[in-house]
Nanobody, 114 residues
Framework: QVQLVESGGGLVQAGGSLRLSCAAS????????MGWYRQAPGKQRELVAI??????NYADSVKGRFTISRDNAKNTVYLQMNSLKPEDTGVYYC?????????WGKGTLVTVSS
């Protein structure tokens, strides 16, 4: 059973920073991609950032402000979020793609106040 546990969400003022972490545990066969998605109230879930084989991709709305990184030894992915804006508010979900299939975390809430 693969489990993803996110942490690091919370309430922050606009312009502030947060760092999200997502640790994967269980029997995992070859993680091919790790990423973060978010879902704002009343909106669909959207891609925030992904990392795969050393490359990274970001949503245009977070480029230059967010940085995704991973620690392969710990099966952990991070999302450093700087210069946060109220529109960054939402539930952030961790996702990993493996040879067994995709897995999702339960999400961590990020609230940015203006």
């Amino acid at each position: 059973q693969v489990q993803l546990v996110e942490s690091g969400g919370g309430l922050v003022q606009a312009g502030g920073s947060l760092r999200l972490s997502c640790a994967a545990s269980g029997i995992i066969l070859s993680i091919t991609r790790m990423g973060w998605y978010r879902q704002a109230p009343g909106k669909q879930r959207e891609l925030v950032a992904i990392t795969s084989d050393g490359s990274t991709n970001y949503a245009d709305s977070v480029k230059g402000r967010f940085t995704i990184s991973r620690d392969n030894a710990k099966n952990t992915v991070y999302l450093q979020m700087n210069s946060l804006k109220p529109e960054d508010t939402g539930v952030y979900y961790c996702n990993i793609e493996t040879r067994q299939g995709p897995y999702w975390g339960k999400g961590t809430l990020v609230t940015v106040s203006s």
